[in-house]
């Protein structure tokens, strides 16, 4: 059974750091890539950042770029986001998601979430 499990989240003030991360299990791992999403309520869904893990490319959005950096621990079928100098406006619910490639629309499989709070 396919499964991707989020944790790391919590409040934290504007500035600060969290680390998520995403332990997945029942597949291949190298066969895939792992992407971060977020959804604030009310607002659309974005994609944060993806890495294929077959060779660590790695990618993000725009409005993460220089904060946020994606990791994995291959021997732990792990993926992480390091998020630096957290702004309010990234408080949402991330979540990991299977993909077929970084940013191919192939999601097929997603975790239950964390939740992200930033205070201003």
């Known amino acids: 059974e396919v499964q991707l499990v989020e944790s790391g989240g919590g409040l934290v003030q504007a500035g600060g750091f969290l680390r998520l991360s995403c332990a997945a299990s029942?597949?291949?791992?190298?066969?895939?890539?792992i992407g971060w999403f977020r959804q604030a309520p009310g607002k659309e869904r974005e994609g944060v950042s993806c890495?294929?893990?077959?060779?660590?490319?790695?990618y993000y959005a725009d409005s993460v770029k220089g904060r946020f950096t994606i990791s994995s621990d291959n021997a732990k079928n792990l993926v992480y986001l390091q998020m630096n100098s957290l702004k309010p406006e990234d408080t949402a619910n991330y979540y990991c998601?299977?993909?077929?490639?970084?940013?191919?629309?192939?999601?097929?499989?997603w975790g239950q979430g964390t939740q992200v709070t930033v205070s201003s």
């Open positions: 890495m294929r893990i077959s060779d660590g490319s790695t």
């Open positions: 998601v299977r993909e077929g490639n970084c940013w191919s629309g192939e999601y097929d499989y």
């Open positions: 029942g597949f291949t791992f190298d066969d895939y890539a």
